[in-house]
């Protein structure tokens, strides 16, 4: 059964810093690995997907990297803002034509 | 336009009710989701549809019925509320399955009472 970890649980940085947030998954056989932001009652909106044979994905400030036979994969976040204060949770289909197993997520604090 | 929607927002009931919850996507997608985000914010799924047919249907009570009436909608049916039940319920869809990247709706906040 695929378990996905989260860590550090929470995080506050002050604004203009550099951050990793990490996820790790038991279960090596992923298709793919997703990457979320929640903002305070609201829904998820979808990050980043990286393939099961992709290393890693960008999009502006966010680089997230996968390394499948490790079970990781981080999410980097260059020159932090306040505006990027929510919490980001990561996810893996589990098998085959499966839903996805999210982490706890790690709520993220950037201070002006 | 919202791509993925649900109604209402925040539903207040007493145990023992039955009450329903609505989704609609526009994205033309094939498969739909229900999840659940507890109290300490650990979403599990709950369902999975693709053309208006059952998937997934994860360890949840019998009390939680979805119904599929087209491909671009999923409703969830919860008879005889209970305490427990109270939690935000996400919809959710994808093009084709799990395999590719996920849109979701803005939440259902469910307090039974």
């Known amino acids: 059964k695929q378990e996905v970890t989260q860590i550090p649980a929470a995080l506050s940085v002050p604004e203009g810093e550099n951050l990793v947030l990490n996820c790790s998954f038991t279960d090596s056989a992923i298709y793919n690995l997703q990457w979320f932001r929640q903002d305070p009652g609201k829904g998820l909106t979808s990050l980043l997907l990286?393939?099961?044979?992709?290393r890693e994905q960008t999009s502006g400030r966010l680089n997230a990297s996968l390394d499948k036979s490790s079970g990781r994969s981080t999410l980097y976040i260059a020159a932090s803002q306040p505006g990027d204060s929510a919490t980001y949770l990561c996810a893996v289909p589990y098998s085959g034509n499966t839903p996805l197993v999210f982490g706890k997520g790690t709520r993220l604090s950037v201070i002006a | 336009d919202t791509a993925v929607s649900q109604t209402p927002k925040y539903l207040v009931t007493q145990m023992g009710n039955d009450k329903s919850i609505k989704c609609e996507q526009n994205?033309?997608?094939?498969?739909m989701y229900w999840y659940k985000q507890d109290s300490k914010k650990f979403l599990k799924i709950m369902f999975s549809y693709n053309n208006k047919e059952l998937i997934i249907n994860e360890t949840v009570p019998n009390r939680f019925s979805p119904k599929s009436p087209d491909k671009a909608h999923l409703n969830l049916h919860i008879n005889s509320l209970e305490l427990g039940d109270s939690a935000v319920y996400f919809c959710a869809s994808s093009q084709d399955s799990s395999r590719n990247r996920q849109f979701f709706g803005p939440g259902t906040r469910l307090t039974v009472l």
């Open positions: 994205l033309g997608h094939d498969t």
């Open positions: 990286i393939q099961s044979s992709q």
